[in-house]
Structures are given as structure tokens and as C-alpha cells.
């Protein structure tokens, strides 16, 4: 892709690039970037608008909308922010903006395993959308040279297949194209039991062939934006100094929020002020969890990673946190297990042991689509609460009456994160109009609130005195 | 070797000539660095242990892959609570040295990785080589401690033959899927020691799978919901169960409620065991109505039947009368079965390819016990009560006397049934399967590069 300033026409260009992008028709697979000039405002304005798509998608999912919703949603926003009336400009757009992006979130761990699971749901709801036939070309592209099964070999799990289309609560009447292919490449097929296995195949239904090919187009992206990476680091960067690096590097701050990993303007914390900390500035899915260290001595894997991380971001040093866990742990397992088991992942959080990468907090998003297992105590209450225990936890924080019923009503609507933003919001007495979408940043708004409040008091009891 | 038999023969002077009463052979409980060192001196099977994680590639076949056994990581965790990660040996007899050598409590084995992990510095140095894991079995972690909501006989780490079918119902459930669903082979099961099983499925498909597909195996065993919080922990929606779902409760969990765990654990001989099991039903009208029956039966006490049995009937009648055939009730009798039953899997262990898990074969240092194969075929007769202990093996190697050859003696003790499960059943078949599939990759790989000769 070459990047001009002048003002050139493209869409020509972009017709031609249908074959290069790949693609069968309306839903290029972007295997390869497209022999087309683009002007440096395109580059960044259709960037701006694809993510807006992607940051759609990723509202969606943490609101832990179901398929048809996100189905209905992406197209929406498809419709809003990259639509054209000339469908050889959407196309021309739909590429540019997802090379551009690729560029944008190469270049950490956190930001490619954003990009690729926004990307992919996005091509997920886009699949499904498009016509039998087109689905079939696109599978051809993606080279998945199944066979639907055999009438003879149907026949034989007719009464299986049609078992799990009802066990998903599809009817009993089973579809007649089915493809068998190992197991391996359907697994969230297999993780949601959404096929029947046998012998390790999984037969997979002809409106279910989705998963293959999205199980592919992500493995593809996955190895380009690793590629892609390697390009940025070795000589686009350098290269685009004056002109698409600064750009690239403002894109990835535009819409992705801040990064918790290294606290900033926060102030270390320390471990004393833990328990009063809590109390006055953990969200509830952090409350919770200390409370439950406290009293078992003990967290999880899951429950170490999330509260730990967050800790961290709240700004609690190494070795305070050390101290921390081990002053509990130790009540359960000793001191010496703590050291032998635990304490290496504590460290490994913060980048002193095994890759020495940073391991960032968990936004809510994380945290929402969690899936706590018996003993888990991590997750987000608003979500993986039942109502009783929510409401207790809710009243223990001193909400109740109105506030607390129209908390539990956006908890029954599923918009987890509003919930907690009106709990911040009833809490504290103010307002948060940026919703909450981190624990940390509950926690940096809850101490920034509570900082002006003491400054304002002690300034009228100076001009009391 | 010496300084090993010299330790024991003293041993062997002070409690027998010392306690003539005893059997001559008995050896007092226990586990110490002496029992320890006897045991890895003279009983621990280095050659069929280390056969096994070669898988194959220790032949003489041009297609094996010499650098396979090297690049798997063992970490050693000694007396001292010294733990020795990325620990890694090219041969059997290295292995037996190293081992015999730092005497650890417990030896855990990790996946194998992109190059040696002893020596992951060197590379990292050299820059192009990235030390990832590239391979590692699928495993499972179960672990009693995970059932004590549904237990009463005992919790925490103990365990008792009336709470251990909970894990013969886990090897059951698992093992057939692993077998039937996923088409695995070759799977071993290992007693953890002390409170559970290991699972370690070896085929060398298994052993490739990324990290997304171990987590949807483990997700597609997964029934559980919602955390500690949640008040109900079993979901299983939709008008039908799945055929996985159906067959493990039809086959497994149902026999193993009624007849063995609703008496075992007297799961409704109290008004809280009660209460519990009547959470669990999402209509509060028809779980009063249950509860009005219970009362009922309390009070007329003529009934010889088991009160249990009486109240498990009479909830089942309840709910499946045709007044309360409406959905949501429909799947209430089997979650509460799922949830009494149904396995609990450590999922953390079987997501990700860097776990590590303990070695069969180990013994555990808080029971003495040896993790011990345990053949999925038989394993209702199980008894983790009767698992050889450390200081028995002693006494039964004592009764006889030493041999040099290690062969002999471990077949004189009461392990040698275990090693030879271990040899027969999993790694014999195991290695013909190694063997058949190196060889028709590499066939493969020379057809392939004649082709392209050709072109
Ligand atoms: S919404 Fe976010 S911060 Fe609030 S409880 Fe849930 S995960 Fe925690
Ligand atoms: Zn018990």
C-alpha cells in the first residue's frame, strides 16, 4: 500500500484491489495489502471510522450481548460509520482502514490481542450476513476443502445431530449439509458444545460453518500482525518518522482508553490503607475479592491474577504486595508453600520472573467474560452474582432503596458496567459521566473525588481558624 | 549405591532386632530423605518413565527427532522447599543420576519447548530462538478439596471410600469422551498421592494442541456456572441435554446418586442437607410443595425405607408430575444430580501448555504414598487407602534382601503391579503408535521431497 498526499482518485484502484485485498465479493479476507494509493486524510479519517466499529463491538461484547444482538448491532454500525453508496468505495475503505489499523495495533501484546478479537467478531457477524453462495466461495478461499458428508454416513447420526441442534434449542428438524472435520478447527464450537463429537470429528452444520472459516481468518491476522510488527520495528517506524508514524502512534491512544499498567498520576499505596482503601475506592468485583482473601486466606488462580493486577495498577509495590499475599497465604498454606508456589506468579505479574513483559490490569471487558468456576470468587459480581448475593454485597456498601432497584434493573438488562458506574455514582454522590470501564479507573476517579473533597475541607477549616 | 545400603541396613537393625513382635520386614510409617533416597535407589522405574516422554524418538529411525527428550522441562522440588525449575536430561541414565543425586520430594514434568530449558539463556542470547512451549500433553487436575459443598463424610485433603467415587466418577466421564468423543488413545490416569487423580493424554495429537483448543476441551467438559456466587452452580439449559451431557448421566452420575452417594452421604438426612437440595429448585411454589411432602413423611415414621431414598422419590414424583413439566423445572432433577456428581476440573491446569504436574510415580510427602497408575477399566475398585505407602515398599524390599538388579525388586514389592499396568496398558501401545506415525511422516516427507525432485 502506498501512501500519497495528493489527491488522486481510488476508487478505481479499489475495484481493481477486490482480487488483491482477497475477498469473493463484499467481504474481503485482507490477505495481502492492496496495490493502492491512499491520501494521508483517508489514512487516518477511514481509521478513525473503522474504529469506531471495532469500539462498538467491543461495548457489545461487554455487555455480554447474545449473537443475534451483536449480529444486529455490527450491522448496524457497518451501516453507520463505512458504508457507501458506491459499495466499490465501501470496499476501497474496508481495506485501507484495516491495513491502517493493523499498523495502529501491532506493536504490543495487548494491543494485537485487542485488535484481533475485535476484528474477528466483526468478520464473524459480517459472515453471517452473506449469502449461502458467497459463504461457500468464501470458504474456498479460505482453502477448507471439506466435503459435506455422505448421505450413508448421515444417516448414521441423524439422530445425534439432531439431539444437539435441540440441545442449543434449534428445532429437531436437522439441516441436511454437514461437514466433518477434526475437532481442532472448531473450538468454540466444541467449547460451547454446539456439535456432536465423535471419534474426534466434529460435525459441523452447514450455518454453523461460520466458526471454521473465522477459526482461519484469525489464525491469518494473527500471523500478519505479527509480521506486521516485525515491518514496524525494523523499518517503518524509522521511515515514517515525519509523517505516518505520529499518526499511527495518536490512533492507538484515540479510542483504546488509557492503559493501567504503570500507575501514573496515582500515588503508591500502601499496605496498611489496604481495608480502608476498599471501603472507600475498590468497584465491588475488588471488595469482593479481598474480602474473600481475608476470610479464606486464600484466592484462586483467577481471582490472584485479577485482584493482583489491579493491585498493582492501583499502584502497590512488588514487595508490598509480596507481604500482602503472603500475610494471608500463609495462614492457609504456610509460608514456605507461599514461597515455593505462589510467590512466583506475583512476581511474574510484575514482570520479574518468566517473559518479564508487564501483565496489565484487566478492564471490565476482561473481567465480564470471565467464566468463574466453583470456588472462583473473580469475575464481576454485577454479572456473575446471583440477585440475593448481589443485592447483600450492593447493601453492604450502603446502596439501597430507588438507587439499588435501578442498579439491579441495568444488571436484569445485562449493561453490567452501567450498573457499576451508577454504584460509583450513588457511592461517591457525583457523577461519572465517562461510565466505568476499568476497576482502575474506578479506582483513580473514586481517589481523585475523595482527594478534592479533603482539599476543600481542610481549606475551610484553614479559613474557619 | 554404598552409602545407600549402608543407611538402610541400619535401619533395618535398629527396628527389627530392636521389635522382634513385628513381621520381620515392617518399617515405620513415615517419609524422610532416607526412605526417599532407598526408594529412588532401588524402586524407581527411570527406563520406563523416561521411554515414555521420548515418545519414539529415542530409535534408531532417520525420522526421529534426537532433540525431543531434551527440550522437555522437569522442575525438582527438594527437602528444603528449594525448588529447581527447567530442569532438562538428555538420557535415562542422566534423569537417574540427577534424581538420585538432589533426592526431591517431588518432581513435576512441563511441556516441551522450542529449545532446551536449561539452557533458554544461551539462546535468548543469541537472539532468532524463542523459548516458547511447543508441546505437552493434555492433562487434568482433580482434586476432592473442589467437592466439599457436596461432601460430608470429609473435607479438605481427606478422603475416604465413601467420597473417593466422586473421582471414580470423574475418570469414568472423562476417560470415555477423551476415548469416544475426541478419539484419544492413549491416556494415562495417576493417582495425585493424596486427594485426587491426574489425567495425562498422550497421543501425539493431543500433545499438539494449542492453547485455545486444551481451553475448549476443558469448557466442553464444563457445566459448572457462576462462581461461589451464583446461587445455582449447575446450568444446563435447552429442551434436550447434549449427547455427551446425556450419556454421562444416563451411563454415570445417575447410578452413581442413587445407588452409591444419596446413602454415602446421607445427602438428605437434615433439614440443611434438605434446604440445600431445595435451593437448587428455581420455582420457590413447587419447592414448598416438596418441602411440605418431607415434612409429611418426617412426622409419619412408619416407613422402613431410607429416608433419603424416600425424599429423593418423592422430589423426583414432584417434579416430574405432569403439572410441573414446564421448562426450567424439566432439567431440575438432572442438575441436581449433575450438581451432587458431575466433575470438577482445575481448568487453569488443562488450558494453558506451561503448567506443570506431578510425575507419576512420585510419592507424596504428606502421605507417603506412591502416585500410582490407575487403570480407567477397573477403577471402581480403587481404594486410595490401599496404594502402596513408602515404608511398605521398604519392608517388602527388606523381607527378601537387596538385589543389585532394580528389575527384581521392584517386581518383589507390591509396586510391581502398578509397573507393570503402567508398561502393558499405556506405554507399549503407546510406542507401537509413536513408532507407526514417525514412520509414515517421515515416509511422507520423502515422498513429498521426491515429488518436488521430480518437478
Ligand atoms: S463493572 Fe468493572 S469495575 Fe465494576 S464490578 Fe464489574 S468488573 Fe469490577
Ligand atoms: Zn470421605
Known sequence: MEIVRSHRQVAAAAAAAGGDGGGAGALPTYKAAPQLEVRLEEFELFAIDRLRVLKGISDGLSRGKRPEEMEKLVSELWKTYMRHQDPAETLNKDIISHFVLRLVY??????????????TALFRYRFRLESPESQRMLMTEFQLPYKALPHSEFEAVKDKLSQVARSIGQSANVEHVFFKVPFEEVPDLVASRRVFLSKGYAYVAMSQVVSLVVTQFRCNISKALALTNRKWTATIKEQEKGRLTPIVEALSNAYFGPDYSQPKDTVDISLKDIDQLAK?????????????????HHLKHGGRMQFGLFLKGAGLKLEDALAFWRAEFSQKVGSERF???????????????????????????????????????????????????????????????????????KVKNRHYQLACTLTFETTHGVSCDSGINHPNQYFSESQKILRAKNQTMESQSQSAT | ???????????????????????????????????????????????????????????????????????????????????????????????????????????????????????????????????????????????????????????????????????????????TSLRDDFGFNHILWVYSGRRGVHCWVCDSRARKLSNEQRAAIADYFRVYKGGENALKKVSLAGPVLHPFLARSYMDVLKTFFEDRLLLSQQLFSSEERCQKILDLIPDENVASEVH?????????????????????????????????????????????????????????????????LKAPFCIHPKTGRVCVPIDPSNCDDFDPAAVPTLSQLLGELNATGFKTDSENNLERTSLGKSISFFRTSFLHPLLKACKEELESAYNAKLQQSKNSLNW
Open chain 1, 339 to 409: 514461597d515455593k508456589e505462589y510467590a512466583y506468579t506475583i512476581r511474574h505479574n510484575y514482570g520479574k520472573e518468566g517473559k518479564r513483559t508487564d501483565y496489565t490490569p484487566y478492564s471490565c471487558q476482561k473481567i465480564i467474560s470471565a467464566t468463574p468456576g466453583v470456588g472462583d470468587h473473580h469475575g464481576c459480581p454485577f454479572r456473575h452474582f446471583g440477585e440475593e448475593n448481589l443485592r447483600a454485597a450492593l447493601n453492604k456498601m450502603g446502596v439501597g432503596g430507588h438507587a439499588l432497584e435501578e442498579i439491579m434493573d
Open chain 1, 106 to 119: 501491532c506493536r504490543t501484546e495487548e494491543l494485537r490481542k485487542w485488535f484481533l478479537s475485535m476484528e
Open chain 2, 1 to 175: 549405591m554404598g552409602r545407600d545400603d549402608e543407611q538402610v541396613d541400619s535401619m533395618e537393625i535398629d527396628d527389627q532386632k530392636q521389635q522382634q513382635l513385628e513381621a520381620p520386614a515392617a518399617v515405620p510409617e513415615g517419609f524422610n530423605t532416607d526412605y526417599l533416597r532407598v526408594y529412588y535407589g532401588k524402586l524407581f522405574p527411570y527406563g520406563d518413565f523416561f521411554k515414555w516422554l521420548c515418545y519414539g524418538n529415542d530409535g534408531k529411525h532417520p525420522g526421529c527427532d534426537q532433540s525431543y527428550v531434551g527440550r522437555r522441562e522437569f522442575s525438582f522440588t527438594l527437602e528444603n522447599d528449594i525448588y529447581l525449575r527447567f530442569q532438562s536430561f538428555d538420557s535415562a541414565t542422566e534423569l537417574e543420576s540427577s534424581i538420585k543425586e538432589k533426592c526431591p520430594f517431588k518432581i513435576d514434568i512441563g511441556p516441551v519447548y522450542s529449545v532446551d530449558p536449561s539452557k533458554r539463556h544461551a539462546y535468548a542470547q543469541s537472539g532468532n530462538n524463542v523459548f516458547v512451549p511447543v508441546e505437552r500433553e493434555l492433562i487434568f487436575d482433580i482434586d476432592i478439596s473442589d467437592y466439599d459443598d457436596v461432601r460430608y463424610c470429609c473435607s479438605g485433603a481427606d478422603v475416604c471410600l465413601d467420597c473417593w467415587p466422586l473421582m471414580t466418577i470423574a475418570i469414568k466421564i472423562l476417560d
Open chain 2, 292 to 356: 411440605d411432602k418431607w415434612q409429611g413423611n418426617r412426622r409419619s415414621s412408619i416407613s422402613k425405607e431410607d429416608v433419603n431414598v424416600t425424599r429423593w422419590e418423592q422430589l423426583k414424583t414432584t417434579l416430574q408430575s405432569g403439572k410441573h413439566k414446564a421448562q426450567g423445572l424439566r432439567r431440575c432433577v438432572e442438575e441436581i444430580v449433575f450438581s451432587y456428581t458431575y466433575p470438577r476440573l482445575d481448568m487453569e491446569v488443562s488450558k494453558h501448555m506451561n503448567h506443570l
Open chain 1, 280 to 296: 472507600s475506592s475498590f468497584p465491588l468485583c475488588m471488595r469482593h475479592m479481598l474480602d474473600k482473601l481475608r476470610e479464606n
